[in-house]
């Protein structure tokens, strides 16, 4: 019954998924064509004369209407070909398979840092509300939020990378390279990211928690004996573990779009960096193949979390 | 026009190339003089690392586009021609080169050049790179050799072009991408995947090209000079952020840094590891004209701009000094640099209100600019804005990204009264003139043709025989463009490099971009 019900839900997910697919990356080619600036113009070159950038519309099709391009690019998607970067040559799915490796690295890392210390301190902060204890993780909670990862990935550079010289202070290292290496390189890029996460999850659960501990069923557990370690473990964090998944999946989406900064700030070969190169100079093939490859991963979380809320919750079908 | 130039007509210089003389000098010029290479004996070996602010568009230099692809053409491509670090004079390359007649040019390669394939670099690769650059559908250069008519092979390792109208900026080309010879075996094996997989002569040899990440080269074995290409590979990071670049460098992560903007000049003074290497460049930062816009077709609304602009204080604020004020499209270095027209158009404000009331604009302009959005293009901007502002031009900026605004301005949408931008400049001057200033240029945003005078000049400057008779024509050409006020120089804005110390023997060129060569490790 409960596979019958996972089946579903992947099946309509599955299916929801290639409109969104189709939108998102029309509303990309969209804009992207609306965007002031051609590319053809780049690829002419520094010597560029008005035939040469003519010429090169011609070559790679770049005069072509606007539906039949996109059409073009979405069928060739759909087959498995994301087609060839304009500005350098290089297949964009080979782009995206190096590339994104160092994306989810740091995104992993920095979810663990974020559901790592945020849980704990949600915790904390629960079991005594309005406590000073409370009051300590709300005031970081706050501070997390206001800082913007940017500017603590600098402070974090300045510091432990060119102070100290703990860290490397930019690039990364392919994990089937050298895994340690790889993992040296994602820490402090991820500890930059995961700052706001850590405040998130743990003002959320915080108030998961307080809700439930507050609750008539938690009270009739008091009154039966049960020790607070027991029932905050036990039946509060359990209780609120569906909250905590939607959290933690909203987080994680939102930390992979969070990359293009990061990854700027330490010059990380990442899907952020990928996509900010790539439509700085309107290189549409590979903003398309990007966008493609992220609304699939989106999908692929937004479903993986579904399917965890049957898991931790069997009334949800 | 040119008298200001006459009481001091340059005498006839040992060091200035003539057509005649270039056979000569072929022979008497060793191939890849050292001469500023400084200090013990370069050692060899090591991996040279360095922060490179830009993805290649292509290694092929006949399918690239972007100025910023030399920095690593130039480590897997020798040229035919070379230049002078501090001139720009060229000077024998993989070929010495004369013109028996003004429409004829021969190539006599030397011999025992290999490509990195073990192929021959003979007289039919180069003829077949000739024809490649001149005809395929994807290459970029065709402009550049618009004037060979035809590419004969005359002997084994000579080759013999063939001129449609007299070329004299032809040498400068083939120092350029359009001398960087390809292996005609890989091309031919290869086809458009020799974009990513290029063959060359260099001191290098390619091994791999991950876009937006990481670029390796590593030592040719049988490069056929042995007083240069020290270390033994180099890798490029590609980090367009040119702080991180910096930062990359100032962590020792990476061992070289270039092109980096002056404002960043105290962090690399502050560092003890780093040693700073600066050096003049073409790369001009000016304000280019849409002439077929009002009132920028009024010619006393454009002096009156270059009377406004305070160019020592640009220097001064905008690049920390690190550059020079600009009169004209050359800087004092260059071998056509003409002083007298630093005096063109002193600041002088009042002038400028002058000039603009005479053109019928007492009450000052109004001009929209277009402009880019990184730190330095802004703090630039306001400075321009500034210093017109006292002179009654009011400006104002619209800005974005370096294609999305440039199109706009130069391509077919015609936004924009002005652009602040820059010129990178290019190996021969002729190239320069025409690409700015002849009526279809694309850089030409008005298409305006700027009179039967500079169409006459332009066309001169690549038939003059002798590099003295070429400076005469490019005085009077400069003169030109500038008593026409058809730009507003700026600054030229210095090469500026942080390097770690264990880097020996990096010398900057006029071109502002780095070459290898002679880089050795030490320590």
Redesign the interface.
């Known amino acids: 019954m409960i596979a019958a019900a996972r089946w579903r839900v992947i099946r309509r997910r599955l299916l929801q998924a290639l409109p969104v697919l189709v939108l998102a990356t029309f509303v990309v080619f969209s804009l992207l064509k609306l965007?002031?600036?051609?590319?053809a113009?780049?690829?002419?070159?520094?010597?560029?004369?008005?035939e040469?950038?003519h010429?090169i519309r011609e070559?790679y099709g770049l005069n072509r209407p606007f539906l039949v391009q996109y059409g073009n690019w979405l069928a060739h998607a759909m087959q498995g070909d994301l087609s060839k970067?304009l500005?350098?040559?290089?297949a964009v799915a080979t782009?995206i398979a190096?590339?994104f490796p160092n994306t989810l690295l740091i995104v992993v890392l920095a979810m663990a840092v974020a559901l790592g210390l945020g849980v704990p301190l949600g915790m904390l902060a629960a079991s005594r509300p309005d406590g000073l204890r409370d009051r300590l993780v709300t005031s970081i909670a706050s501070l997390g939020i206001a800082v913007p990862n940017f500017w603590l990935a600098m402070l974090l550079?300045a510091w432990l990378?060119?102070n100290f010289?703990w860290f490397?202070?930019?690039?990364a290292v392919a994990l089937k390279d050298d895994p340690l290496r790889a993992l040296h390189h994602a820490i402090l890029p991820a500890l930059a990211l995961a700052a706001g996460g850590v405040a998130e999850v743990s003002r959320q659960l915080r108030s998961s928690l307080v809700e439930i501990l507050s609750s008539p069923q938690v009270r009739t557990l008091r009154a039966k004996g049960l020790s607070a370690g027991v029932i905050l473990w036990k039946h509060g964090l359990k209780n609120a573990g569906v909250n905590l998944l939607t959290v933690a999946t909203l987080l994680f989406n939102r930390m992979l779009a969070a990359t293009v900064v990061v990854e700027?700030?330490?010059?990380i070969?990442g899907m952020g960096?990928?996509i900010v190169?790539a439509a700085?100079?309107?290189d549409l093939p590979v903003v398309q193949g990007v966008v493609f490859v992220m609304v699939l991963v989106v999908i692929s979380i937004n479903l993986a979390a579904d399917l965890l809320y049957t898991v931790l919750d069997p009334r949800i079908s | 026009m040119t008298n200001a130039h006459d009481a001091q007509a340059p005498q006839p210089s040992t060091a200035g190339l003539t057509r005649r003389d270039l056979m000569a000098l072929a022979g008497a010029i060793p191939l890849g003089g050292t001469a500023w290479a400084q200090g013990a004996a370069p050692q060899r070996g090591g991996t040279l690392k360095v922060s490179a602010n830009a993805?290649?568009?292509?290694l092929d230099p006949a399918t690239?586009?972007?100025?910023t692809d030399h920095s690593f053409l130039w480590t897997m491509f020798d040229t035919l021609v070379e230049w002078d670090y501090d001139t720009l004079k060229t000077r024998p390359g993989m070929a010495a080169f004369n013109f028996p007649d003004p429409r004829t040019m021969v190539l006599d390669i030397r011999p025992g050049i290999l490509f990195h394939d073990g192929t021959p670099m003979d007289a039919a690769a180069v003829k077949f790179n000739f024809d490649r650059s001149r005809s395929d559908?994807?290459s970029?250069?065709?402009?550049?050799l618009q004037n060979v008519a035809q590419v004969d092979v005359t002997g084994p390792l000579q080759v013999t072009v063939k001129l449609a109208r007299p070329d004299t900026a032809l040498p400068a080309i083939l120092s350029d991408r359009a001398g960087m010879m390809v292996s005609p075996k890989a091309v031919q094996a290869l086809g458009?995947e020799h974009?990513?997989k290029p063959v060359g002569t260099g001191p290098w040899k390619f091994v791999s090209?991950?876009?937006?990440?990481?670029i390796v080269v590593t030592r040719a074995d049988k490069y056929w000079r042995q007083d240069r290409g020290f270390v033994d590979g180099i890798e490029f990071?590609?980090?367009?952020?040119l702080a991180?670049?910096l930062?990359?460098v100032?962590?020792?992560?990476n061992d070289f840094a270039y092109q980096v903007p002056p404002r960043l000049m105290p962090l690399i003074d502050k560092a003890k590891n780093l040693q700073k290497v600066t050096g003049p460049t073409l790369y001009c930062l000016q304000v280019y004209f849409n002439l077929a816009k009002k009132p920028l077709d009024i010619l006393k609304v454009r002096q009156a701009i270059n009377h406004a602009l305070d160019r020592n204080s640009f220097v001064k604020a905008s690049l920390a000094g690190v550059g020079e004020p600009a009169y004209m499209n050359l800087p004092k270095t260059h071998w056509a640099y003409d002083e007298t027209l630093v005096k063109l158009y002193p600041h002088n404000i009042d002038l400028a209100k002058k000039l603009l009331a005479e053109a019928g604009f007492p009450n000052g302009i109004d001009l929209t600019v277009g402009s880019y959005t990184d730190q330095d293009s802004v703090r630039r901007s306001e400075i321009v804005g500034e210093q017109l502002r006292k002179a009654g031009i009011r400006l104002k900026y619209i800005t974005?990204?370096i294609?999305?605004?440039?199109?706009?301005f130069?391509?077919n949408?015609k936004k924009f009264d002005m652009l602040l931008s820059a010129w990178?400049g290019?190996p021969d001057p002729s190239?320069t003139y025409s690409?700015l200033y002849s009526k279809?240029?694309?850089f030409n945003a008005g298409r305006v043709d700027h009179g039967k005078a500079l169409t006459d000049l332009l066309a001169e400057s690549r038939v003059a025989e002798r590099i003295e008779g070429r400076k005469l024509i490019f005085w009077q050409l400069q003169r030109n463009v500038m008593e026409q006020a058809l730009v507003a120089p700026l600054a030229f804005q210095y090469e500026l490099v942080a390097a770690s110390q264990k880097v020996k023997g990096y010398k900057p060129n006029l071109l502002g971009k780095p070459k290898y060569e002679f880089v050795s490790l030490q320590g």
């Open positions: 965007m002031p600036g051609d590319i113009i780049t690829l002419a070159g520094e010597n560029a004369t008005e040469r950038i010429e070559l970067s500005a350098n040559g290089e782009s190096r590339a550079v990378a060119l010289g490397p202070a930019t690039g700027a700030v330490f010059a070969p960096n990928l190169n700085l100079t309107r | 993805n290649p568009s292509s690239g586009g972007a100025g559908a994807r970029n250069i065709k402009a550049d458009n974009d990513r090209w991950s876009a937006n990440e990481k990071l590609i980090i367009p952020e991180t670049g930062r990359a100032v962590a020792g992560q974005g990204t294609p999305e605004i440039s199109g706009q130069f391509g949408e990178t290019r190239m690409l279809d240029a694309y």
